[in-house]
């Protein structure tokens, strides 16, 4: 069992392309060492993912989520330390949900999209975005992991990183948050 453990002292991170992001600090608990999320090279063998929070002075687990915890581990095997430029966090998305790989140009055709109205659970995935004609006005997408907390991929070629919406609508200066559901 892999234990993702999430700070509330924030880190500032930069992507590939140069961007400039505030996150969680993540840390993971696997063969009995501690050590940054990001450092750790191979996830092989694994049996399960949970999440705690550190929240003041006690740990929080996160609730179980089927799919967002078969992702990650898909993620964490398959594309984690491998700057796969073709994997986003749009692709996270469609993985954690089954859909298949298609470009975020053609989001409306894969998910149903609402306005986000502060109403979300565990496992729900919001896109960040500037109204626009395009879907070039696409910036994020992230999956909702509970106590205010997203997990998603950062950039082409990005590793996993947890984050609030606050703090992901800021960094990817998008104006707007739409609540996705993939169609059947």
């Known amino acids: 069992m892999l234990t993702i453990f999430v700070s509330l002292k924030k880190q500032k991170i930069i992507t590939d392309d140069g961007s400039r992001m505030k996150v969680r600090r993540a ?16 996830f092989k063998d694994l049996s399960g993912v949970r999440i705690v929070v550190k929240e003041w002075f006690k740990l929080k687990r996160l609730p179980k989520h089927e799919k967002l ?9 398959e594309y984690h330390a491998k700057q796969n430029i073709k994997f986003d966090c749009y692709a996270f998305a469609n993985l954690v949900h089954g ?5 975020c140009c053609y989001l409306h055709k894969f998910w149903d999209t609402r306005t986000y109205e502060g109403q979300i659970e565990v496992g729900d995935t919001v896109f ?8 070039s006005d696409f910036h994020h997408a ?6 205010g907390l ?3 991929v950062y950039g082409a070629g990005g ?7 606050p703090d992901m609508k800021k960094s ?8 996705g559901v993939p169609y059947p």
């Open 27 to 42: 840390y993971v608990r696997h063969a009995k060492k501690l050590g940054f999320l990001q450092e750790q090279e191979v």
């Open 69 to 77: 915890e078969k992702g990650i581990i898909k993620f964490l095997q």
């Open 99 to 103: 859909v298949e790989a298609h470009p």
């Open 128 to 135: 960040l975005v500037t109204p626009g004609k395009e879907m």
């Open 142 to 147: 992230a999956l909702y992991v509970g106590r």
């Open 150 to 152: 997203y997990v998603s």
């Open 159 to 165: 590793d996993l990183e947890i984050s609030t919406l």
């Open 172 to 179: 990817y200066k998008a104006k707007q948050v739409l609540l």
